[in-house]
């Protein structure tokens, strides 16, 4: 049996960063899936295709050499790491992540980062869909404007010109597109552990996470 942690929420909740800390303190694999619906995203945008069109975009996904290597993302060979990060990737991503057939395409290239000595999984779905029989399911939360002040200190801090009220209305728009699609939508995984991170730094959450992790596996070396 391979031991899965799953982290799921809403972006700008922390879910990245803690499934690296995560994963190196336990020195087990890490799966960023937002990553591979990101690539999806802006390779159907530079191939100028709608996000509605179904039929393309799944099989579009079968062709997508992606790979994970020492933090960054390779597409063809191509680092794209900067590339999928900003808001409009992030946005094209939630884009063709509404559609079920897309998301079926993707499910057996998440289920092989199952392996052993164990996984941590970061996403919207990991805990309800993609590793519904994860031992340990963790949810975040925070508030919409928290997560838009985190985003926003991130985009200053890399100089760039950002507009506060345009990024919380941005991040409500992806939200209510997660949430609200049929095909797994974003919501907490029944028995998750639920977080709300907005006052909490990320050792903090982090010392929460590892209680329940030491808790779920006591003997994983943390
Ligand atoms: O976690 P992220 O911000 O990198 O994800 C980008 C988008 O990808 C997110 O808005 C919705 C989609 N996504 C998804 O539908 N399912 C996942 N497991 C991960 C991401």
Not at 69 to 86: C, F, H, K, P, Q
Not at 189 to 213: K, Q, W
């Amino acid at each position: 049996m391979i031991p899965i942690v799953t982290i799921d929420g809403p972006s700008g909740t922390g879910k990245g960063t803690i499934a690296d800390l995560l994963a190196q303190r336990l020195g087990w694999h890490c799966l960023d899936s937002g990553a591979l619906y990101r690539v999806l995203g802006l390779v159907a945008q530079r191939r100028g295709l709608d996000p509605d069109a179904v039929a393309a975009l799944a099989s579009l996904v079968s062709t997508l050499q992606v790979e994970f290597r020492n933090g960054r993302v390779l597409l063809d060979g191509e680092d794209v790491s900067e590339a999928i990060r900003t808001e409009t990737a992030g946005n094209a991503a939630s884009r063709v992540a509404v559609h079920g057939a897309v998301r079926k395409q993707l499910l057996a290239r998440q289920r092989e980062a199952a392996r052993l000595p164990g996984l941590v999984a970061d996403g919207r779905d990991m805990g309800t869909v993609v590793f519904p029989d994860a031992q340990l399911k963790i949810f975040l939360q925070a508030s919409t404007e928290e997560r838009a002040e985190r985003r926003y200190k991130q985009l200053k801090q890399k100089g760039l010109n950002v507009n506060l009220s345009r990024l919380v209305g941005e991040i409500r728009e992806r939200d209510e597109r997660d949430r609200n699609r049929s095909a797994a939508p974003l919501k907490p995984p029944s028995g998750a552990l639920v977080v709300n991170t907005t006052s909490m730094t990320i050792t903090e959450v982090f010392a929460r996470v590892l209680v329940a992790v030491k808790r779920m596996f006591p003997d994983a070396a943390v």
